[in-house]
Structure formats: structure tokens, C-alpha cells
């Protein structure tokens, strides 16, 4: 199982560690309208899954803004960002941030996708921050678990690995 600290203190992940080369798990979310999504409905795209503790922080701000800028360049990959925020705040977000096309997807009701990602943090029900992608046929093609919640993912690397699932 991943280990990731928050702030420099450990946390315990629920849920199974996802690998490369696995069936990408199914999941449902809420989109911002309330309506569930599933990992189904993207089916057949090249998925970029960019998971982020509260989209109201810095870093996850930053997380969400270059992932959808670079996705942007990227025809044939989704962007899909999942926090546990409630639909509404993840709608105003995108608002505010002028990012009203961006994918903000909501794991408050149940962890759903924390669980089957293995991203759901026991002590602060929030989700580790993480990337996947995932390709066309559904397998996991790139994971990053970030080890200290508050630091960035390494974009380059997750924006290479969305290309060449292409």
C-alpha cells in the first residue's frame, strides 16, 4: 500500500493501491450538477485522473489549473479532477478560476473513488493526492502517489504518460 504523510504526519490510506498495468477500478462521483459520473461514461478516452485534497488550497489550485491548460493541447485526453469538496464549491471554483469546461468531479457522498483508488485518508476524509491515467481499454497506465500531501505531482511526467496512452 501507498504511504503518504500530510504535513509531515502519517496518514492511513483505505482501499487498494491501483498499479500500473491493472483494470482501472470503477467508481461514481457526482459532477458539479449532481448527476453521478462513472469511470463507464468516459469510456473509450484517454483518461487523466488528477486527484487533489480540497480544491480551495494552493497547491491543488495550481494541480487542477495545469492539468486542464495542458489537457487543453492534448485532443483525445479527459481531464477528470476528484476531491471530496461538495459539487457546489468545486462549480464555483471553476467559475472563479475561469475554468468553467474543467471536469471537477465530487467524492464527498461515499469515497467511492478514495476507496477503489486507494486515495481515501482515514484520519482527515480527504483524499491523497495523486495522478492516474488511464487509456482507452480501461488499464492504468501511469500512477503517482504523492508521499507528502501538500507537494505537487510531477506534471511532466503524468502529461507524457497521458500522450503516449493516446
Known amino acids: 500500500m501507498a504511504s503518504i504523510t ?3 504526519n502519517p496518514m492511513t490510506l483505505l482501499g487498494n493501491e491501483v498499479k500500473v ?13 449532481l448527476s453521478p459520473v462513472t469511470l463507464d461514461d468516459s469510456k473509450g ?9 480540497s480544491i480551495d488550497t494552493g497547491v491543488c489550485d495550481a494541480q487542477t489549473r495545469k492539468f486542464n491548460e495542458e489537457a487543453a493541447n492534448l485532443d483525445g485526453v ?14 464555483r471554483w471553476c467559475a472563479t478560476a475561469g475554468l468553467e469546461q474543467a471536469k471537477t468531479l465530487s467524492d464527498h457522498r461515499d469515497l467511492s473513488f478514495g476507496k477503489a483508488y486507494g486515495v481515501a485518508i482515514e484520519e482527515l476524509r480527504l483524499l491523497a493526492r495523486a495522478v492516474f491515467v488511464i487509456n482507452a481499454n480501461d ?3 501511469y500512477v503517482e502517489y504523492v508521499s507528502e500531501a501538500t507537494n505537487h505531482p510531477d506534471y511532466e511526467k ?3 504518460a497521458a500522450k503516449a496512452a493516446l
Do not use: M, W, Y
Request: glycine share 4%; aromatic share 6%.
Open 21 to 33: 498495468g491493472d483494470k482501472a477500478p470503477n467508481f461514481t462521483v457526482l459532477a458539479n450538477d
Open 45 to 53: 478516452k484517454v483518461r487523466l485522473i488528477s486527484v487533489v485534497p
Open 158 to 160: 503524468a502529461i507524457e
Open 78 to 91: 479527459e481531464v477528470l479532477t476528484v476531491s471530496v469538496d461538495l459539487p457546489f464549491a468545486q462549480k
Open 6 to 8: 500530510f504535513k509531515g
Open 139 to 141: 488499464e492504468v497506465t
